[in-house]
């Protein structure tokens, strides 16, 4: 399947920075989805991107679809340490529907 | 809010004993998916499902792996006869069907331990 890079791949903050991670495949995407998944639990979506170049936010989230379908960020604005977790990005390029999804980025944030 | 839920949260199992993995989908949701996700690993794909029959599978679903929708809630993922390297984080999904149903609600998942 294709490859999706994630970068970083953790991140250690403190509480009221901004973070900024992001997404990139060598081949185009339908749809981007960004998930967040805490220990023990499965991945819930924050975001989900259609249309190459949308920007949709999502309260302190803000996710973007690349113009070229092949890369995405996802800024998260004034973190809390409720943040805590593993941040995935999944998409797909066919009609099935399969997600595939990066690796993650795991982000820690100190009070 | 509905949601996917997924029993058990954790099966401890024997090698070559077999499994089924149960999750009932949100209500109105029509395509199927089975993830899976190794320690410290990414999230796999396994298998879809809709209307009644696989609309695609990976190569990681090979013939120890069945699924099935046995009734009008169930979704169930069967493993025949397990090995050491199917313990793994189970995650069923499920997606509501129109243009912009692409947005895939994952249930907490099972915790599968084979010894």
């Known amino acids: 399947g294709q490859q999706l890079n994630q970068s970083p791949q953790s991140m250690f903050i403190q509480e009221g920075e901004d973070v900024s991670m992001n997404c990139t495949s060598s081949s185009i995407f339908n749809t981007w989805l960004w998930y967040k998944q805490e220990p023990g639990e499965g991945p819930v979506l924050l975001i989900a991107?259609?249309?190459?170049?949308e920007l949709t936010s999502n309260g302190r989230l803000t996710a973007q679809f690349g113009i070229t379908r092949k890369d995405s960020f996802l800024n998260i604005s004034a973190s809390i340490p409720s943040d805590v977790g593993i941040y995935f990005c999944a998409g797909h390029s066919n009609s099935g529907y399969a997600l595939n999804f990066g690796k993650g980025t795991s982000l820690l944030v100190t009070p | 809010e509905p949601e996917v839920t997924q029993t058990p949260s954790h099966q401890v199992t024997q090698m070559g004993q077999e499994v089924i993995l149960r999750c009932v989908p949100i209500s109105n949701h029509l395509y199927f998916y089975w993830y899976r996700q190794i320690l410290g690993q990414k999230v796999e794909f396994l298998v879809s499902f809709y209307n009644n029959e696989i609309s695609e599978k990976s190569e990681i679903f090979d013939d120890q792996f069945s699924v099935e929708r046995p009734d009008g809630s169930n979704f169930t993922l069967k493993i025949r006869s397990t090995k050491l390297e199917d313990s793994a984080m189970y995650f069923c999904a499920s997606r509501k069907p129109g243009l912009a149903g692409d947005e895939q609600f994952f249930g907490p998942g099972t915790r599968l331990t084979v010894l």
């Open positions: 991107l259609y249309k190459a170049g």
